[in-house]
């Protein structure tokens, strides 16, 4: 198994590609620490891991309070006495506003839990990774943070701010053997994208709203379990060659990752 026994981190994992991602890694022989703030999902993916002979801790958090990522952290290391992996996945969507409509609370609550909660988690778990010998941090990103789109930007920039913080640390953190690598996981066929439909014409305008009902009914949205996939090997000691590296599953086919 390619992940065998290494203890890993996974934020937002009660839904979407947080979901996908803890099934296939616990597949795949990890130890899961187990994070959302919604209890009831994250004892649904619990049980199916255990269900299927997998090893997992589920701990309720919200990962923009420092209070409560130092309290995850601290499970981890208890149950598993060790962090070999971060997967800094959780996201919300934020306001979909134009800038001069958005409240000041959900800018900072979309920051809060896209970026803040990122560097909440790796400030954790690095230090303890050092005393380790390495480790392995993994964040997803979005296209949306290379491009703009209105209505979008406080996502947009939370997810900028991904990227370069995964650029930041990569270079810091490389001397130390520790990777620092994202996924820009592209549209997937996930909650958030329900959420997104959901809002409707009134909100997204006419153009976005029906870009995105187009995205559902022809087909174009990817299978979170196929990034799943990607994130297991960037997990893996199998892409030891890679850090500072951000791309899509495209991307990364391109550098040399075989997804079969």
Known sequence: MKLENKSIIVTGAGRGLGRAVSLTMA????????????L???????????REGGVCHPVEADVSDPSAVHHAVTA????????DVLVNNAGVIGPVRFLEDT??????RTLGINLSGAFYFA?????????NGGGNILNISSGLGQMAFPRFCAYSVSKAGIIQLTRSLAAELK????????????VM???????????GPSVLGEGIHGDFKAYKEQGHLKDPFEVAQLAVFL??????????????????????????
């Not at 997990?235 to 590296?245: E, L, Q, V, Y």
Request: net charge negative.
């Open 103 to 108: 409240d000041m609370d959900a800018w900072n």
């Open 40 to 50: 009831e999902e994250l004892r649904n993916v619990a049980d199916r891991i255990q």
């Open 76 to 83: 981890c290391i208890d149950h598993f006495d060790a962090v």
């Open 27 to 38: 597949r795949e022989g990890a130890r899961l620490t187990l994070l959302s703030r919604t």
């Open 175 to 186: 001397a130390h053997h520790i990777r620092v690598n994202a996924i820009d996981p592209g």
């Open 189 to 199: 066929d996930t909650p958030m994208q329900e959420e997104i439909r959901a809002l």
């Open 123 to 131: 400030r954790e778990v690095v230090p303890v990774m050092l005393r």
């Open 235 to 260: 997990a893996s000691d199998a892409s030891a060659r890679f850090t500072g590296s951000h791309g899509t599953l495209g991307d990364y086919v391109e550098w040399g990752y075989n997804r079969r």
